[in-house]
């Protein structure tokens, strides 16, 4: 993975939890899309049914090469990522998540799971 992808996988990380799962790719390799708040602003009208920080899945459109998403509304966007910024995403198989922000999120800790995950 690149430093680029590396950076911006830990940037989204810690800013959307959803995208935990994931790493930041090359459009070749993505399986996934999210966008940012200021990526949703840019697009103004035409992102206005897409939620910021949630992961969508995309497909490749049969008759086009363009890719195509689903929005909140149920309706396909064909060629969205031609006018609507996004961050590609791939699932994460297999490689190292932190995943310490998830489990502890407040500074109570049980006894018998700090025990458990000293082991």
């Not at 810690?14 to 790493?23: L, S, Y």
């Not at 090359?26 to 990526?39: I, K, L, Q, R, W």
């Not at 932190?98 to 800790?109: H, S």
């Amino acid at each position: 993975m690149s430093n680029y992808e590396k950076f911006y996988t830990k940037a989204w990380h810690g800013m959307a939890p959803e995208t935990r799962g994931f790493v930041v790719c090359s459009v070749s390799e993505a399986t996934h899309v999210v966008f940012s708040e200021t990526d949703l602003r840019l697009a103004g009208k035409d992102g206005e049914n897409l939620s910021n920080n949630r992961v969508y899945p995309i497909t490749k459109s049969v008759e086009s090469t363009d890719y195509l998403i689903i929005d909140d509304n149920g309706q396909v966007i064909i060629g969205f990522d031609l006018f609507i910024p996004c961050e590609y995403l791939k699932e994460n198989h297999g490689r190292n998540v932190d995943k310490r922000k998830e489990e502890y999120t407040t500074k109570i800790v049980s006894l018998l799971e700090y025990k458990i995950k000293r082991k």
